[in-house]
């Protein structure tokens, strides 16, 4: 067995991922539902149970693993130094319905539950970790002013800006679905935190299959919105071009910011990049020349490991990172192993 | 005389002004009406002709110059490596209306021209360059997370995140003004860079006199608006607290993008900040707390020197900035001479 090894954990709002790597590669990758209920420390305890799970699949023993890095959705605040989870799409006490979570939680204690079992954490919100990914394996190599977004449930990004990884004070840099894209609240959609007028509001899954709700009565998933675009359904390709449009815009917001040469995507919206792909350059390409022009946009090249790598890449050691790039050897990870709750 | 002698040029759309400095102080300061007319060389013409001006003024000889420090209205293109301003506040050529400026110019080569005369010149965009001079002398002194916002005649900003001064691929980074904060363009109000939605066009100084002006028929200045207020003026009123509201929107943006502990605001506008700084302040805290608590909005600490200081600090050596931060040599500054065109 290769030493060191290596926990990577990518917590989602209804997924959490749990992987073992040596330097050959991934040996073993586990997935169960987010554990929700009970007290906010049933996530980092879920973790550590998954992990445990993990090292048995991979023949490693749980004292081995040198070191845990964690991707995961946020916000976080700062607490003693240390990082605790202020996810509206986790804690029930900081959404202002009270039914949308079956739980009062204010914040997750993450890093400092997690240090008691693995005093080498890493924890970094999944799209500041994707971008890292992006740059060491993937399709953002060797670009200093990188911009990487995910369209999916939510969106959010990463960035590096002369070279530099944007993380700011509390870990919290680059949510850009929780900007503003309306002078106004006021008859706005409701974004997930309970703000009115965020870019996620109009432009991310949920939003598309709202819209389509909204319009036709009909309750269906954003990717059969996408199908009946493809069919020709009028209603389906009026909501998903005013989708992209909001998408691209909130692609110029950020780059007017950030003054980035490439933006790379990733996320589940994006399976339909094909239909999306024309309508966001359309839109991208009439904003202010100066600030726009020379940006491209293409797609993440790690497609299902991005999750895994991202979390993997907080704690890669340095040696390993010229051969994984050389080789890919997450191309070879073995066939994920559903946990029941 | 203390070497070395720097020169430092201010250059906005409608005054340039220069002065020349050693590690004393501000020995001398001149301003002129921006160049607008000739070829698209006439702006460094002009500032050549200002530094010789001043030299004058300072009793030092041009060839004494060591270094050359350019903080300017922006945005910028790279060609060969050296920027190129391509402004609309100033290049005709890359304004939709033929009308507002006398000349069709689509760039100024300020880079490679300014070279020519000093081979040690530094160019920043003036946004950039403030939140150097604030947090090197300023109100953001020590602060490693840190955004300056100037909110006058447009909206601009800099930043600095995780200690790390945000340049970008063209020098353009933190562009807030020229930021969406509109789902459509569709009436929407025209932003100087002839884009529709901008937050620049909703808040800016010329967006204040442009809704007073739609909505009396009473073309006056933004402070006049100001003055109106202070009288009770229901319609001034109403202009200013949306345009409080929305450029309040544009910091949360900023905010949830670059996770930024300290906002320090400078530009004409804030001078009525007692005005507006219950407005901004209200609608500011009504947003996602996770990403907006724990953040203090203050006002620039070096006022009428900011232009002349961030200017000076791109090409500052280190020894200075100790002394400087100390004495604030910048306050006895010669009051500064105009020039004719």
Redesign the interface.
């Known amino acids: 067995m290769h030493l060191p090894v290596l926990a990577a954990v990518d917590i989602g709002g209804t997924k959490v991922t749990a992987s073992i790597s040596n330097a050959d590669g991934i040996l073993a990758k586990v997935y169960q539902e987010t554990v929700k209920t009970g007290d906010n420390t049933a996530l980092p305890i879920q973790v550590d149970g998954m992990i445990s799970a993990v090292c048995r699949l991979a023949g490693v023993k749980k004292a081995e693993v040198n070191a845990l890095g964690v991707s995961t959705c946020s916000?976080?605040?700062r607490r003693d130094g240390k990082l605790v989870l202020?996810s509206p799409n986790l804690c029930g006490g900081?959404t202002k319905d009270r039914h949308i979570l079956p739980n009062r939680w204010m914040d997750i204690p993450l890093d400092a539950e997690l240090r008691k079992h693995y005093p080498e954490t890493v924890i970094g919100n999944d799209c500041i970790t994707a971008v890292v990914a992006e740059r060491l394996f993937g399709a953002g190599i060797g670009e200093?002013?990188l911009l990487y977004v995910t369209w999916s449930t939510g969106i959010g990004?990463g960035a590096y800006?002369?070279g530099?990884?944007?993380?700011?004070?509390?870990?919290?840099?680059?949510?850009?679905g929780?900007?503003?894209?309306?002078?106004e609240n006021h008859r706005q959609p409701a974004?997930g935190?309970?703000?009115r007028g965020h870019l996620e509001a109009?432009a991310a899954g949920p939003a598309i299959a709202r819209d389509f709700a909204e319009a036709t009565g009909d309750r269906i998933a954003p990717v059969e919105v996408f199908r009946l675009y493809r069919q020709g359904n009028k209603t389906a390709r009026g909501i998903i071009q005013?989708a992209a449009?909001?998408f691209a815009?909130g692609l110029?917001?950020?780059t007017?910011?950030?003054?980035?040469?490439l933006i790379v995507l990733g996320g589940s919206v994006i399976k339909d990049w094909d239909v999306l792909e024309p309508l966001v350059q359309e839109e991208f390409a009439s904003?202010?020349p100066?600030?726009t022009k020379?940006v491209t946009i293409t797609l993440s090249r790690l497609s299902q490991y991005l999750g895994d790598i991202a979390a993997l890449s907080l704690v890669m050691p340095e040696s390993w990172i010229p051969v994984w790039k050389a080789e890919k050897p997450w191309e070879k990870t073995p066939k994920a192993v559903k946990l029941e709750t």
């Open positions: 916000p976080f605040e202020v900081l200093d002013n990004a800006v002369d530099h990884l944007l993380c700011g004070k509390n870990a919290n840099a680059l949510h850009l929780h900007t503003f894209i309306t002078t974004c935190c309970g703000d109009f005013r449009r909001i815009r110029v917001n950020a007017a910011l950030l003054d980035t040469r904003a202010f100066p600030l020379g």
